[in-house]
C-alpha cells in the first residue's frame, strides 16, 4: 500500500527552509534541495490513520499520497505545525468525498481547543458547527494510558514532555501494527516524564520515531523539557534500551528537525553511525517509509 509508515513531514513549526531565514541551514536547504528540504511534521499509518496534519498537508497530499480514504488523525497537540484548522474546511469543500466523518483524536485539554472552535466561526470559511453536523468531521476525546481501537489499530496515547496551545500535555501514540510491531510516535517531547518510561516498561518497541529538534546544538539541559537534540535524544534511549524497551531488533527514526543548528541531513547520519546504543538509527525525510 502506497501510504503505509510514511513520513509525510520531518520539519518543526518552521520547516526547513524558514522562509524568512538566511542562516546556514535554511541557505543550504535552498541550495541543495533533497533531504534538506523539511515540511512540517506528519506520518502516515496506513491509508486510515495518520498523525498529526499541519500547515502543510496540501502540497504533502500531492507529493506523498492524497487524504482520499483517510478516516482517522491522531492529533499530538494542538500547536499549529501538528494541527491546522483550516483542513477541516477544505474536506468540506470536497464534491466528491468518501460519506463518513474524518476522525480527530485529541487528549486531555487539548480537546479544549474544539468548543473554541465551535464559538468562533471566522476561524473557518465553513464553521466547524456545520462541519460537524454535515458529518465532514467528528471530533474524540482521548485518555492518556488508555487504550483504543482506531481503525483497526490499538492504539495507546501516553505523556508527552511538552506543552500544546491549550496547556496541554502533547501525546505520544504506543501502535501495535497490522504486522505485530509495536510503533511508538513521539514527537514534541524533552526527556521523557517519568510516567511514561514506566508506562513503555511494559513494551517491547519495533520502531520508535523520536524528535531531535534542537540536532547539534551545544550546552542544553541533559535532561530538556519541550524538545530533544542529538545528545539528550541519545541519553532517552540508552535508558529505553536499559529497561528492554528497546533492543537491537528496535528500528530508531529521527524526526521533528528545525533550522536552529549547523547539521545538515548528511551530518547528522554521520553523527549517528558512531554510537554506543545497539540499535539502528536513522534520520527520516520527508517522503522516507519504513519498510521492514
Do not use: W
Request: aromatic share 10%; hydrophobic share 35%.
Amino acid at each position: 500500500m502506497r501510504n503505509e509508515l510514511v513520513f509525510y513531514g520531518t520539519g518543526a513549526a518552521e520547516g526547513i527552509p524558514n522562509p524568512f531565514c538566511r542562516c546556514f541551514l535554511c541557505s543550504n536547504a535552498r541550495k541543495e534541495g533533497g533531504r534538506d528540504v523539511r515540511k512540517r511534521s506528519m506520518f502516515r499509518v496506513n491509508e486510515y490513520v495518520a498523525i498529526d496534519m499541519g500547515a502543510d498537508f496540501f502540497t504533502q497530499a500531492m507529493e506523498y499520497g492524497d487524504f482520499i480514504n483517510l478516516e482517522h488523525v491522531l492529533i499530538t497537540h494542538t500547536h499549529e505545525d501538528h494541527l491546522a484548522h483550516m483542513m477541516m474546511g477544505v474536506r468540506g469543500m470536497a464534491t466528491h468525498r468518501i460519506q463518513k466523518p474524518l476522525n480527530i483524536y485529541m487528549t486531555s485539554s487539548a480537546y479544549d481547543i474544539v468548543d473554541f472552535y465551535r464559538k468562533n466561526s471566522a476561524i473557518l470559511k465553513n464553521s466547524i458547527n456545520t462541519l460537524e453536523h454535515n458529518k465532514v468531521i467528528a471530533f474524540h476525546r482521548l485518555e492518556f494510558g488508555k487504550g483504543y481501537t482506531i481503525g483497526t489499530l490499538p492504539v495507546i496515547p501516553l505523556k508527552g514532555n511538552h506543552t500544546g496551545n491549550m496547556g496541554e500535555n502533547c501525546a505520544n501514540y504506543l501502535i501495535r501494527l497490522g504486522n505485530g510491531k509495536v510503533l511508538f510516535y513521539a514527537l514534541d517531547t524533552g526527556y521523557y516524564l517519568e510516567e511514561t518510561f514506566q508506562n513503555l516498561k511494559a513494551y517491547k518497541l519495533g520502531y520508535l520515531i523520536s524528535e531531535c529538534t534542537y540536532g547539534n546544538i551545544l550546552n542544553r539541559p541533559e535532561k530538556p523539557e519541550g524538545h530533544l537534540d542529538i545528545y539528550s535524544c541519545q541519553s532517552v534511549f540508552k535508558r529505553l534500551y536499559k529497561q528492554g524497551t528497546i533492543g537491537k531488533d528496535t528500528k530508531i527514526y529521527l524526526s521533528h528537525i528545525n533550522h536552529c543548528h549547523t547539521a545538515t541531513h548528511a551530518d547528522m547520519v554521520e553523527l549517528f553511525k558512531e554510537t554506543d546504543i545497539p540499535c539502528e538509527i536513522q534520520v527520516a525525510y520527508d517522503g522516507m517509509k519504513i519498510i521492514d
